[in-house]
């Protein structure tokens, strides 16, 4: 049974043009994640929540935004999609602290063209 | 930087054979994950081993934890076709505000 789901898998979108990426739990959890990923790289944190708290990352750019509208799913936006923001986007969860097990979705490869 | 570094970068063996990763960090730790991502896909959970923990087994994966260096190594016996990935090893600080940070992983690849 799917626990994160990740949609779409892949979306292109056009430079500049906004964007949003969606994720849901069927765990329960209280903390949501969303990373980014290049190509061979280490998955880089954009932000969390604990709940309804947003916690961002001090390096995430300001085009990245998220929301959450409640327990189940979690939504990346991205305003103004650059080039370089061409990547593997990961949605993940624990269930309380931060510093346990996560469980990952399968991702969203964003391509911009 | 709490980053952890995988060692080595890449790695091949044949099936059958074990293989072993070693992952390295620069402060100290609340607990240490290895996590697997097969091609385009997202990251499995596989072990967590905490700052008190020595040594953790989960089937064909053996964990080590030596604090005293700073360092893991990830065991995996027997090695399966299926098992070739990437493995990256995520360490959690001791600040209240600690997060899980990756390193940029190791890929391995099992021949048939």
């Known amino acids: 049974d799917a626990m994160v789901i990740q949609n779409p898998r892949y979306q292109v979108t056009q430079f500049g043009k906004p964007v949003t990426l969606s994720c849901s739990q069927t765990l329960n959890h209280n903390v949501m994640y969303w990373y980014q990923q290049k190509s061979s790289q280490a998955p880089k944190l954009l932000f969390h929540?604990?709940?309804?708290?947003?916690?961002n990352e001090a390096d995430t750019p300001d085009n990245f935004q998220s929301r959450r509208p409640n327990t189940s799913f979690c939504f990346l936006d991205i305003r103004s999609p650059g080039l370089g923001d061409a990547a593997m986007y990961l949605c993940?969860?624990?269930?309380?602290?931060?510093?346990?097990?996560?469980?990952f979705g399968p991702g969203t490869r964003l391509l911009v063209l | 930087s709490q980053q952890g570094e995988e060692d080595p970068q890449a790695l091949s063996i044949q099936e059958g054979e074990n293989a072993t990763m070693n992952c390295s960090y620069k402060t100290s730790i609340n607990n240490l994950q290895w996590y697997r991502q097969n091609s385009g896909r997202g990251l499995v959970h596989l072990i967590l081993?905490?700052?008190?923990?020595r040594e953790k087994h989960s089937g064909r994966l053996r964990v080590t934890l030596d604090t005293s260096k700073k360092s893991s190594s990830l065991l995996i016996t027997a090695s399966r076709a299926a098992d070739t990935a990437s493995y990256f090893c995520a360490t959690v600080g001791t600040g209240a505000n600690s997060k899980l940070t990756f390193g940029k992983g190791i890929t391995l690849s099992v021949r048939p």
């Open positions: 929540y604990y709940d309804k708290d947003f916690n």
């Open positions: 081993i905490r700052s008190n923990e």
């Open positions: 993940a969860t624990s269930r309380d602290l931060v510093s346990e097990t996560q469980y």
